[in-house]
């Protein structure tokens, strides 16, 4: 049984800048429980867009994960991105395993201790642009770097892998015509890479993170074969992929508000709640991620979902409810709570947080200070916004100081 709801045609490919999309303010202000179609997959998918009903979604067990494995949901890109045995679509208790498995071998104490190798690593980043001179490509010197860098690290990847293992992780965002034998192509090189290399591992294991997952113990249970290859590559993509644009749009959030950015030099103890309030405000996705199915009758909003529909939240607009922030689509630094959902929310929260927030602090901190006359190099309408992925960001971005 479905219902009679109208359709939304969704195609949410909207690439001016960093600019909110305005199909999304839409639906949250118009149709906050809304029926729509996506670019791809079969069908339809209901999108919530408010803040609380984003998380009755994220935490409520009757929306499911691992119940659409196996369904052509609903999606943006031409392919799936996610892989049946990964940890994101998972339910409980299979995935409160994989989850206490996993933070055994990545805790925010393991995070903290990197910080120090993280700064030396941003200060020679810097210190190459600064040899360079002005105008600089930031994206180039240091947002397509860092993250990459401190995830290989953290897993031990050799070197001459990483750029390759790289472009795969980009090839699976693409979302433009075409894009799908090579995103498929790309999971299928990720996954042969990792399943060889954590076998390898586990049977000699080192110091890495791999390594810790790989002897990781709940009781007598281990991560088997499959579940860890898995994991490594959710870990690599997941680790490095949003960090990366997140610093180029950051940068230019702040080059262009400049009465925040004036407020941040002068307060420079602002910066990890700065951070979160840019997180926040920035749109740094397309659309939406992964559906979830019903998987029973419920009501969500007081719309009447049926058991076996997909579901699909939003939580850019959830970060601009104004049921929840007050003057949602201004960037205010001292503003406080309600916890953002940049990360996501309840049981699939992003695993790696604590480390993209780390980064964040050490690089964006560095820079300013670095840099006190730090501007943009062009004008924002001259750069060159990437429009073939799943994110949003610039693909150079040329400051001068």
């Known amino acids: 049984m479905t219902t009679s709801a109208p359709v939304w045609d969704c195609p949410f490919h909207h690439t001016d800048g960093l600019e909110f999309d305005p199909l999304l303010k839409r639906l949250l202000t118009e149709a906050p429980v809304a029926r729509i179609r996506l670019p791809h997959g079969e069908g339809e998918a209901w999108l919530a867009t408010r803040y609380e009903d984003v998380k009755v979604v994220t935490t409520d067990r009757r929306f499911s994960r691992a119940a659409g494995i196996g369904r052509d949901l609903p999606r943006m890109t031409p392919a799936p991105i996610a892989q049946a045995e990964a940890i994101n679509l998972m339910d409980p208790p299979a995935h ?27 200060n020679g980043y810097l210190d190459e642009m600064a040899e360079h001179g002005a105008p600089a490509d930031l994206a180039h010197f240091l947002s397509n770097r860092l993250p990459l860098h401190t995830i290989c690290e953290l897993l031990e990847i050799p070197e001459e892998d990483r750029t390759r293992l790289r ?5 699976m965002m693409r979302m433009g015509p075409g894009s799908r034998e090579g995103q498929e192509e790309a999971k299928a090189g990720l996954r042969a890479y990792f399943t060889e290399l954590t076998a390898a591992r586990r049977a000699a294991p080192g110091e ?21 290859a898995v994991m490594a590559m959710v870990l690599l993509v997941t680790g490095h992929d949003t960090s990366t644009y997140q610093l180029s749009n950051i940068t230019y959030t702040l080059l262009t508000h400049p009465e925040q950015l004036a407020e941040l030099r002068a307060r420079p103890e602002l910066l990890p709640q700065a951070l979160e309030e840019l997180l926040r405000f920035i749109p740094f996705r397309q659309g939406v991620g992964i559906a979830r199915v019903a998987t029973e009758d419920v009501e969500l909003g007081g719309v009447p979902i049926r058991a076996g529909e997909a579901v699909h939240v939003s939580y850019l607009t959830a970060n601009r409810d104004p049921a929840m922030y007050e003057r949602p689509d201004e960037l205010d630094l001292d503003r406080g709570a309600p916890t953002h959902m940049a990360f996501g929310y309840g049981q699939h929260h992003c695993l790696g947080s604590h480390l993209a927030r780390m980064e964040l602090q050490v690089a964006v901190g560095t820079l300013l200070r670095r840099f006190p006359g730090l501007r943009l190099a062009v004008e924002p309408s001259e750069l060159d916004w990437d429009s073939g992925s799943i994110w949003r960001f610039p693909r150079t971005l040329p400051v001068a100081w």
């Open 96 to 122: 409160n395993r994989l989850r206490r498995l996993v933070a055994q071998g990545f805790t925010n104490r393991q995070v903290e201790r990197m910080r120090a190798r993280t700064q030396d690593i941003v």
């Open 167 to 171: 472009a795969r992780a980009v090839a």
């Open 208 to 228: 890495d993170l791999i390594s810790a997952l790989a002897t990781a113990r709940d009781g007598e249970d281990l991560l088997d074969a499959d579940e860890l």
